[in-house]
């Protein structure tokens, strides 16, 4: 997909964010001066937005240099600033999908219910897919009814294969099953659906390590990726609920979803900057194409531009 095409897509998803920050942005410049009731408002605006208590503070003194150092300000001038600031941020961290050196990649899904994990999966293999590679899903996710069917639709419509069991089966022994299938008929990516679970529920944290453990003993070195679905308009509640998840498994990167319909858009740079884990996919729509990798350039122009 060409450069520009991302970036149109990427300003539709952040729009709502967009707005929320250049509005205030414009008044600075219009008022021509940094005084602190402006400061003050724009320190709002950037939380509000969930940049991050850190981020924020560094975004403010960027505006306070740029205005000493440079007196009336237009605002082509202060952007410029602002993204290079935040780039330079986002770009230490900017990561692409793990891959085994031989196939198959096994890429472990987690995260909580609600996020769009089994769409975020559908999303990921017809990325994977457009790229050449051949996919197949596991559906570990046997405690609740639908999951499994649910994900055998998605399968059916992406041209994914499935592994699956029936529902209250054991979640690891599905894996290890799907695990043995990806190796015997040569697929290059197995992603496994787990269950989405609550981040306080311990027994349900442990299943997650049993199938880590599992995939490992099939095949060393999986999984080769642990992404976790992370739901963008919840904000700083989805941090808490990374945190909790890196203490059972480890995590890898964040699948960012949902990022088209929240003000919020700035949860990205605080994901990086509070939990150091890279934001390694963006979900920008609800069509299966509606999923980039993340890009620090595009992301921050979309921003502000």
């Not at 952040?14 to 724009?42: C, I, N, Y």
């Not at 999303?123 to 559906?139: H, P």
């Not at 015997?184 to 306080?200: K, N, Q, S």
Request: net charge negative; charged share 25%.
């Amino acid at each position: 997909m060409a450069i520009s095409r991302i970036l149109s897509k990427l300003k539709t998803g952040l729009k709502k964010t967009h707005d929320r920050l250049t509005d205030p942005l414009m008044r600075l410049v219009r008022g021509r001066r940094a005084d602190q009731e402006t400061l003050d408002a724009l320190e709002a605006t950037f939380l509000q937005a969930d940049m991050g208590v850190e981020t924020t503070e560094r975004l403010l003194e960027v505006i306070r240099a740029t205005y000493k150092d440079e007196g009336n300000v237009d605002m082509p001038r202060l952007v410029e600033r602002l993204e290079a600031e935040l780039v330079g941020e986002l770009a230490e961290d900017a990561a692409p999908l793990n891959l085994a050196p031989q196939p198959p990649t096994v890429i472990l899904v987690v995260g909580v219910n609600g996020t769009g994990k089994t769409t975020t999966i559908a999303k990921l293999a017809k990325k994977l897919m457009a790229d050449g590679r051949t996919v197949l899903f596991a559906a570990c996710d046997t405690f609740r009814a639908a999951a499994i069917e649910q994900l055998a639709i998605w399968a059916d419509r992406v041209g994914a294969g499935l592994v699956k069991h029936q529902h209250g089966a054991d979640p690891a022994a599905v894996a290890f099953d799907a695990v043995d299938k990806a190796l015997a008929r040569d697929y290059d990516v197995l992603i496994i659906d787990t269950a989405g679970r609550l981040h306080t529920r311990r027994n349900l944290m442990m299943e997650l390590q049993k199938i880590s453990r599992v995939t490992a003993k099939k095949l060393p070195g999986a999984p080769h990726e642990t992404l976790m679905v992370l739901d963008a308009t919840t904000g700083q509640n989805a941090i808490s609920q990374a945190r909790a998840f890196l203490e059972a498994v480890d995590v890898t990167g964040i699948f960012l979803a949902k990022l088209d319909g929240t003000a919020k858009g700035g949860i990205v740079v605080a994901i990086r900057g509070e939990l150091d884990l890279p934001v390694k996919f963006v979900g920008i729509g609800e069509q299966p194409d509606d999923v980039e990798p993340f890009d620090p350039e595009s992301f921050v122009e979309a921003l502000f531009s």
